[in-house]
């Protein structure tokens, strides 16, 4: 039903329906994404920003978008893709980064002022399983490009590492 009354925030509770693509245990809120939220009646318009330049998701994550704006009777919606300042992973909350945990992923160590763990770098990366910080680097490219491949000297176990960027 149409909301003549929507408020940016009202906006931001219907895009936490919007899932990330690639993780689909965070949607688009609690990733840290979206930057930006203007409502005019049923007219909205946002800014988003890619985990990385060049994001093969944020297609996707622009046509989820507009399902679920279209679903609440939004008839003009403007997305626009804001590069800076660039996504950083201390924008993911502490609650997504415990979901990325739950889900395999070892979430950022660090926060993106610790050069040391740019790009993967982290001197140790707690392992999702296990919980062990015995775990080496494998490659600095994992399942996507904001994740590293690590393993788990412990249980043996591969698993992806969201690089703090």
Known sequence: MYNQNWSPDD????LREVEDPEIPVLNIVEL????????N???????????????PAMRTIEEDINEVLKEHHFNKIKINTVLFPAWTTDWITEGAKEKLRLY??????KTSADKSAILGNAKSVACPRCGSANTSMI??????ACKALWKCENCLEPFDYFKCI
Request: hydrophobic share 40%; proline share 8%; glycine share 10%.
């Open 104 to 109: 395999g992923i070892a979430p950022p160590a």
């Open 41 to 55: 009646a049923n007219e909205v318009e946002l800014d988003i920003s890619p985990t990385y330049s060049g994001c």
């Open 32 to 39: 840290g994404i979206v930057r930006n939220i203007r409502v």
């Open 139 to 144: 490659s600095q490219f994992g399942s996507t």
């Open 11 to 14: 906006v931001l509770d219907l």
